[in-house]
C-alpha cells in the first residue's frame, strides 16, 4: 500500500496534536498514559513526537480521554491552519 505523501499543512498539525497531547500528560508516565488509552507506549511516542501526524480517530479519543481533553479542544487547537495566500 502506497501513501500519499503528508502535506507541510498535515506534518504541522501532528506536532501540534503531539504537542497538546505531552502537556496534557503532564508528568504521567507514558506507559501509564498508553496502557490506560489501550495502546503501546510507542504509538503514542510516535504521535507525539509527530512521527504519526495522522492517528486513527479513535486512538485520538482514547488518549484525549484518559488525559481529560475534550474533542472540542483538540478540535480548536489542531484544526487546519490556512496557507499563507
Known amino acids: 500500500?502506497?501513501?500519499?505523501p503528508l502535506t507541510?499543512?498535515?506534518?504541522?498539525r501532528g506536532e501540534r496534536l503531539g504537542?497538546?497531547?505531552?502537556?496534557?500528560?503532564?508528568d504521567r508516565s507514558m506507559v501509564e498514559v498508553a496502557a490506560a488509552a489501550g495502546l503501546s507506549p510507542e504509538?503514542?511516542?510516535?504521535?507525539?513526537t509527530g512521527r504519526a501526524p495522522?492517528?486513527?480517530f479513535f486512538t485520538v479519543a482514547?488518549?484525549?480521554?484518559?488525559?481529560?481533553l475534550s474533542m472540542d479542544e483538540l478540535a480548536l487547537n489542531c484544526?487546519?491552519?490556512r496557507a499563507a495566500a
Open 1 to 4: 500500500m502506497v501513501r500519499t
Open 8 to 12: 507541510p499543512q498535515e506534518r504541522e
Open 19 to 26: 504537542q497538546l497531547l505531552r502537556r496534557a500528560r503532564g
Open 43 to 48: 504509538t503514542l511516542r510516535k504521535i507525539e
Open 54 to 56: 495522522t492517528p486513527a
Open 62 to 68: 482514547a488518549v484525549a480521554a484518559v488525559l481529560g
Open 79 to 81: 484544526a487546519p491552519t
